[in-house]
C-alpha cells in the first residue's frame, strides 16, 4: 500500500526512486520531463495499474522515476508518488477541502452541481493541466488577466511565470517582496514573494494575499504563454469538480472562502529531517536573522516547549506581533536561544 498526493500539475506520474527500486519497477528508458520551474531528463517506468480500493482501478500511464525526498522534508506524513491526470482522465472528479475527500464520478450526472460556477477550460500547448483565465488587481489598482494552470500541486496561491511578470514589471510595482524557495520536481526554485490587492477566480474575488513571481527559465513557470499557476492557497477555498473531459471545472465557494490569507511573519522555513525540525532557510534582512536564526540549525524548541510535527512547530510560528523564543543546536553543536517578535512582512 503507497501513499499518492493529488497533483493536477502532473501530466503523467510520478513514483519515488526508492519506492521503484524496492518493488523491482521496470525501466524501459528516459524521457525529459518539465516541472514547474525547471526541464529534466528521468527514468521513465513501465505503464502500471492503481488499486484505490478493491473494486477502482485507474491505468497508471506515463510513469517516471523521481527523487522525492526534498519534498519529504516538508510534511509529516510521508509519501510515495504523485498521481494526476491519470485519475483526472479517467473519473470526473470532486475535491472537499473542508472535508479532506476526494470523490470520483463516472459522469457529472451524478453530481449535484447546484451552485457550482461551470467554467470552459482548456488542454493546449502540450500541457495536459486544467487551464483557464483569472485576473489579479496590484495594490496601485492596475489590473492584469491571463491563462493560469490549475495546480494543485502548488503550494501557494498564485505562482506567476517570469514572462508575465517581466513584460508587465510586477516586481518594480511591488511595494516590497522577499525572496522565497520552493520545491519543484526537479530542483529548487527561488521566487519573488509580494501581495497584491485582489484576485478574481471565476465569479469570486479574494482580497489582500500574497503572491509569488518566478524567476524561472525553463519549467510550466516560463511559459510566456500563460499568466502563471493557480495554488492550493486558493484552490483549497472552494468545491472543486473537474470534468476533463467534458473539458469543464465547476468552482463553489466553501466555507473557508472568506477567511483572511496568512501572511509570511516568521521568516524562518522549516524542514523535518530524521524526527529533527531544521531551519530550511532564512530571510536574511527578518528578525529571525539578526537575532541570530541560521540555516541548518535544529529547532529543540519553542517558548521552552517540543513538539513532534512540523504543523506543530509552523503552528508556534502564526501568531503575528507575538514574541518567540527558539532554542536551537547550532551547526557547531552549542545550544542558543534566540528571542525575536512575529512580524508581517510584506
Not at 529534466?40 to 510513469?63: A, C, G, M, P, W
Not at 508518488?81 to 479532506?100: C, H, I, M, Q
Not at 476533463?244 to 466553501?254: R, V
Amino acid at each position: 500500500e503507497l501513499n499518492f498526493l493529488f497533483d493536477t500539475g502532473v501530466t503523467g506520474g510520478v513514483i519515488d526512486q526508492s519506492v521503484v527500486k524496492e518493488m523491482g519497477l521496470k525501466t524501459i528508458g528516459q524521457e525529459s520531463i518539465s516541472g514547474a520551474g525547471e526541464t529534466d531528463v528521468y527514468e521513465r517506468i513501465s505503464d502500471q495499474t492503481l488499486h484505490l480500493n478493491d473494486k477502482t482501478s485507474i491505468l497508471f500511464k506515463h510513469v517516471i522515476s523521481s527523487d522525492l525526498s526534498r519534498f519529504q522534508t516538508l510534511f509529516d506524513t510521508g509519501f510515495d508518488g504523485l498521481v494526476g491526470f491519470s485519475l483526472l482522465r479517467a473519473y470526473v472528479t470532486k475535491l472537499d477541502f473542508e472535508n479532506k475527500q476526494i470523490s470520483l464520478y463516472k459522469t457529472i450526472e451524478d453530481i449535484d452541481t447546484t451552485g457550482f460556477l461551470e467554467i470552459p477550460m482548456e488542454y493546449s500547448y502540450n500541457w495536459t493541466i486544467p487551464q483557464f483565465d483569472i485576473s489579479f488587481t496590484v495594490n496601485d489598482g492596475e489590473k492584469f488577466s491571463g491563462k493560469i494552470f490549475f495546480d494543485t500541486g502548488a503550494a501557494h496561491n498564485l505562482i506567476v511565470n517570469s514572462p508575465f511578470a517581466t513584460k508587465h514589471d510586477l516586481l518594480v510595482k511591488s511595494s516590497k517582496s522577499i525572496p522565497l524557495k520552493a520545491e519543484s520536481l526537479g530542483s529548487t526554485m527561488t521566487l519573488q514573494l509580494t501581495s497584491i490587492k485582489s484576485i478574481q477566480v471565476g465569479n469570486t474575488s479574494f482580497y489582500n494575499l500574497p503572491i509569488c513571481i518566478s524567476n524561472s527559465t525553463s519549467g510550466a513557470n516560463s511559459d510566456s504563454e500563460f499568466l502563471g499557476l493557480l495554488g492550493t492557497g486558493v484552490i483549497q477555498r472552494f468545491h472543486v469538480i473537474i470534468d476533463i473531459n467534458a473539458k469543464k471545472i465547476y468552482l463553489k465557494p466553501n466555507n473557508r472562502s472568506g477567511h483572511s490569507f496568512p501572511f509570511p511573519l516568521s521568516s524562518i522555513r522549516l524542514k523535518k529531517e530524521n524526527q529533527q525540525i531544521f531551519v530550511g532557510a532564512v530571510y536574511e534582512k527578518s528578525p529571525a536573522y539578526k537575532a541570530g536564526l541560521r540555516e541548518g540549525d535544529i529547532i529543540l524548541s519553542i517558548n521552552k516547549q517540543s513538539f513532534s510535527t512540523l504543523s506543530e512547530y509552523r503552528e508556534q510560528l502564526e501568531e503575528e506581533n507575538c514574541w518567540v523564543a527558539l532554542e536551537v543546536k547550532t551547526s557547531s553543536n552549542k545550544i542558543k536561544t534566540y528571542t525575536y517578535k512575529l512580524q508581517r512582512l510584506l
